[in-house]
């Protein structure tokens, strides 16, 4: 009994000496934190998604309060509205940035990119990148199997039954860049939403030659540089039998879209153009009409005139023959 007594005591000053020991020292060696940091985060929505190019909200706290300025600080999830809550607690102004979205650079539909094999394995772009090119002749376009649609958080994005294709929800998409990692062949980009989400893009990531890449997608872009030639303000550049417009640049004109033979380039949220009239349909209907009245004019001055002589002439018949049948009998009572 005295052994377990003794063995108790003899612990419990080792743990009491020990916590003594571990309090003196992690308050001679602690690190003083920034009481602004709880504050910021607390403004954070709390996502966690690292589309801000950090761990977490509570790292991208840490580094708006170490900044000097909030230049290349931007939470994608809260937008604007947090980052200046952020600044007013910091005492800096949020840098300006415009709203992002998430656009899918692929047009090859089930109808435009026709099935050359059949994949029967796990159900990852990843895996099937890895094995070979995918179910179609082209290399670069979609696999279909939603690594996209698993890394979003935010229900931002589904995949399109009939297309075979990932379409992103504008209303519920914040840019956090997890789908543009998730994809195994880059074709998700994150561009600039634009005025009314109006937005102008090459919806082709082919690099084939112009044959090849038309055998193996209808929709895709062959490089011929009809849009780079007809851009004026130097928005679209032709590398690699691939055309791209640069959104910082692109004023919205639309012309690229309708000289593209293929039409690769894709245009969104935009009003439908005005069809011009002919020049020729309004003068037309003034000629028939002017003939149209005039030609009755001379019918009927021609049946009014044709009854005249008729008449005149069954009234000057009956006069004349009068005196000549008169006159037999005249002579035959004088004899």
Wanted: hydrophobic letters at 40%; one cysteine or more; proline letters at 7%.
């Amino acid at each position: 009994m005295n052994i377990i007594w003794i063995a108790l005591i003899v612990l419990g000053c080792t743990a009491l000496l020990a916590a003594v020991l571990l309090y003196f020292l992690a308050q001679k060696f602690k690190v003083e934190e920034d009481p602004r940091i709880d504050l910021v985060q607390e403004v954070l929505p709390g996502a966690n998604c690292g589309g801000c190019g950090f761990a977490g909200c509570r790292a991208l706290a840490e580094a708006c309060c170490k900044a000097e300025t909030l230049d290349g600080l931007l939470c994608p999830v809260g937008g604007q509205e947090v980052m200046k809550k952020v600044g007013d607690i910091l005492g800096l102004a949020p840098a300006a940035s415009d709203p992002m979205v998430a656009v899918v650079r692929c047009n090859g539909t089930c109808e435009a990119r026709p099935r050359t094999s059949e994949y029967n394995g796990t159900r990852s772009c990843k895996i099937m990148n890895s094995l070979y090119v995918g179910e179609t002749a082209c290399g670069f376009g979609c696999l279909g199997c939603g690594d996209c649609v698993a890394a979003c958080k935010f229900d931002a994005i589904h995949m399109n039954s009939e297309t075979g294709l990932p379409e992103v929800d504008d209303e519920k998409c914040v840019a956090c860049g997890a789908c543009v990692k998730a994809c195994p062949r880059n074709i998700i980009e994150l561009r600039k939403k634009g005025p009314k989400n109006r937005r102008i893009w090459v919806d082709c990531v082919s690099k084939d030659k112009g044959a090849v890449a038309r055998k193996a997608c209808l929709n895709a872009c062959i490089g011929c540089g009809k849009c780079q030639k007809e851009c004026q303000f130097e928005a679209i550049t032709v590398e690699n039998n691939l055309a791209y417009i640069d959104f910082r640049k692109c004023r919205m004109c639309r012309k690229c879209v309708g000289v593209c033979p293929t039409g690769a380039i894709h245009e969104i949220n935009f009003p439908p153009k005005p069809t011009p009239k002919p020049a020729e349909e309004a003068p037309k209907p003034v000629a028939p009409k002017v003939a149209e009245e005039v030609k009755p004019v001379a019918p009927k001055a021609a049946e009014e005139v044709k009854p005249v002589a008729p008449k005149a002439a069954e009234e000057v018949k009956p006069v004349v023959e009068k005196p000549i049948d008169n006159e037999p009998a005249k002579k035959e009572d004088k004899k």
